[in-house]
C-alpha cells in the first residue's frame, strides 16, 4: 500500500523488488508498442530535440545535447531517462509536448520538466528526484514523400 502513486499504478503493476528495473521495462515496452511519429502526426517532416538536465536546485549536470529525429523511426512515445541513475519511476516523456506542439503547427517549442520519479529505490513515498529537464523541439511540417505508393487507387 502507499507503494506508487496513482499515476504509476495505472501504467504498471507494482513490483517489491526490482521497482526501477521494472519501470523502465514497462515504459520502454510502452514505447516501442506505440506507433512511429510519421503514423500518427502525417505532417511532421522532422523533429529536432534539443534538452539539458539540471539538478533540482537548476544547476546543469551536462553539456545540452541535440539531435535529430526520424519521424519515420521514432516511436510517440516520446520519452528521455532521468539522468538520476536511482531514479524510481520518473524520466521524462515528451510525447504530450510534441502531440500538442503538432497539433499547434508550432514549428518551435520550449519548456522544463520535473521528474516526479522517486529520488531512489529506499526513498519511495518518502522523497521525489525532481530533477529538470529543459528541452527545445524544433519542427518542421510538410508534405512527406512516401518511401513506396502502390498503386492502388480504387475506381
Ligand atoms: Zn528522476
Known sequence: MGYWTEHQRTIMRPQKFTPRADYRL?????????ITL???????????????????????R?????YTVNP???????????????????????SKTIAQAVTERQTTTSGEMCCQ????KTTIDRVHC???????LTIEYGTRVPVATPQLQAV
Not at 514497462?26 to 506505440?34: D, N, P, T, Y
Not at 551536462?62 to 541535440?66: D, F, H, R
Not at 525532481?130 to 527545445?136: I, Q, T
Open 62 to 66: 551536462n553539456s545540452a545535447i541535440k
Open 38 to 60: 510519421s503514423e500518427k502526426f502525417c505532417e511532421l517532416k522532422a523533429l529536432t530535440v534539443e534538452f539539458a538536465y539540471f539538478n533540482p536546485e537548476g544547476v546543469t
Open 72 to 94: 519515420d523511426h521514432a516511436k510517440s512515445v516520446f520519452r528521455l531517462d532521468c539522468m538520476n541513475s536511482e531514479c524510481v519511476g520518473g524520466d521524462f516523456d515528451l
Open 26 to 34: 514497462a515504459e520502454s515496452l510502452r514505447a516501442k508498442a506505440s
Open 117 to 120: 520519479g522517486w529520488l531512489s
Open 130 to 136: 525532481h530533477n529538470l529537464l529543459r528541452y527545445k
